[in-house]
């Protein structure tokens, strides 16, 4: 789907409304003016081992179809798998019975992207243990190229897109990873967070976008401080926003452009519109030369109640 009238998509992603009910999250997404949601599978929304996974995915693509709404399904959970170990297992944990656990739930996640018509489900490497061997052809880089081609292989079977997320610190961090494990594995697409330019790699995040225009599968913009992986709303950190939405209507990129801000759940009832504001306002400066994007007004980013 290309934008309207030469305009950008935008969704929000639930992990940034843990404290909504699904439904509520999405009739807020949709009364504001969002095109769609980037569905965090989570303990929070759409727990994907809760049972009768099927029949509710089915209810929530009637939803989402009601609300007008697209979607992208997102795998990054924090505790979903471990209750004690943040994002373990991965993909290239040492222990094979943890690797397959992680396999298992992405392609449970892919059923869901594939019965919900989503655009996407993004997902990503994984952190290597101490004394891991991360060189190219190493121990972590075998075991994450079997487990990305499971990946792709299974979403073609369901008609899904695979797209892979550069995760600051973990064994791909940036776009240079990214191509190189996208030629080891064919048909896998990039997941861009273009704030994690600001944090690894040496693209900035409109040049991510222009270098990676033909591989991008998903987006999101949120803001981040230079070498801080911290998601901020919009105008709070150091993205050049203008020149990033710039470069995805150069590109005619029309997939939903989201905004993670997993740290923000207490302040959603406000930071929702306001951040569609600024990224429309951002859009039109993008578009116009500008490079000037008002911070928004509200609680310190990374705050929490």
């Known amino acids: 789907m290309t934008p309207a009238a030469g305009g950008l998509r935008y969704a929000y992603n639930t992990n940034g409304m843990t404290s909504h009910r699904l439904d509520d999250a999405l009739a807020l997404l949709a009364d504001t003016g969002y095109d769609g949601v980037a569905l965090t599978v989570d303990v929070a929304h759409h727990d994907p081992f809760a049972p009768r996974l099927a029949l509710r995915t089915a209810a929530l693509a009637r939803r989402l179809d009601r609300l007008g709404l697209g979607s992208t399904v997102e ?75 499971a990946v792709v292989a299974y979403a073609a079977e369901r008609g899904a897109a695979a797209a892979f997320e550069p995760e600051p610190g973990m064994l791909v961090e940036d776009c240079a990873g990214f191509s190189r494990l ?20 040496d693209l900035t995040p409109d040049q991510a976008v222009l270098r990676h225009a033909g591989d991008l599968g998903a987006v999101a913009v949120e803001d981040m401080p230079y070498g801080r992986h911290e998601h901020r709303a ?41 951040a569609l504001e600024a990224l429309r306002r951002a859009e039109r400066a993008g578009a116009e030369g500008f490079r000037d994007v008002p911070a928004l007004h509200g609680a310190a980013p990374g705050s929490a109640r």
């Open 182 to 201: 996208a030629a080891l594995v064919p048909g896998l697409r990039l997941a861009l967070d273009t704030g994690h330019c600001l944090v690894s790699g």
């Open 75 to 149: 795998t990054g959970a924090r505790f979903l798998l471990d209750p004690r170990r943040k994002h373990e297992p991965t993909l290239v944990t040492a222990d094979p019975a943890g690797r397959a656990r992680r396999l298992a739930f992405l392609r449970l996640c892919v059923d869901v992207a594939a019965d919900l018509g989503a655009e996407a489900v993004s997902f990503w490497a994984g952190v290597p243990a101490p004394g891991t061997d991360v060189s190219p052809g190493g121990t972590a880089w075998g075991h994450l190229t079997e487990g990305v081609g």
């Open 234 to 274: 919009p105008g709070e950190g150091d993205m050049d926003l203008p020149a990033v939405l710039g470069a995805l209507r150069a590109v005619r990129y029309g997939g939903l452009v989201s905004l993670e801000l997993s740290r923000d759940a207490h302040r959603a009832d406000v930071l929702v519109p306001r």
